[in-house]
């Protein structure tokens, strides 16, 4: 079994920072690859980025590209966000997640169905 804990979250205006941290316990998660979610009141829940087990590959929608960067440490078993530019459209609870079995497929890592454990989430909420 994997625990994963996210941490980082708060308030913050437009146009400032976050760092989001997700460590994982119980199990190394450096051979998997790892993923950034985030679900706004009434939304379904959406896909933000993703890092590869090595971190060679990493994926991001759109809205968030050029403002989000995630990154891993596989020493200290954790993955990381950071969010610049910040938006109130950012405004949701992030979410990270963990996959077990191998891939660097950007469809795969897109989808929240291949993810085989998810931490309880933190808000990040962006005020105007």
């Known amino acids: 079994q994997v625990q994963l804990a996210e941490s980082g979250g708060g308030l913050v205006q437009a146009g400032g920072s976050l760092r989001l941290s997700c460590t994982a316990s119980?199990?190394?998660?450096?051979?998997?690859?790892m993923g950034w979610f985030r679900q706004a009141p009434g939304r379904d829940r959406e896909f933000v980025a993703s890092i590869t087990w090595n971190g060679a590959f990493t994926y991001y929608t759109d809205s968030v590209k050029g403002r989000f960067t995630i990154s891993r440490d596989n020493a200290k078993n954790t993955v990381f966000l950071q969010m610049s530019s910040l938006i109130t459209e950012d405004t949701a609870v992030y979410y990270c997640?963990?996959?077990?079995?191998?891939?660097?497929?950007?469809?795969?890592?897109?989808?929240?169905?291949?993810?085989?454990?998810w931490g309880q989430g933190t808000q990040v909420t962006v005020s105007s």
């Open positions: 997640a963990a996959r077990l079995t191998y891939t660097t497929s950007d469809f795969d890592l897109r989808r929240p169905t291949e993810y085989d454990y």
């Open positions: 119980g199990r190394a998660v450096s051979n998997y690859a």
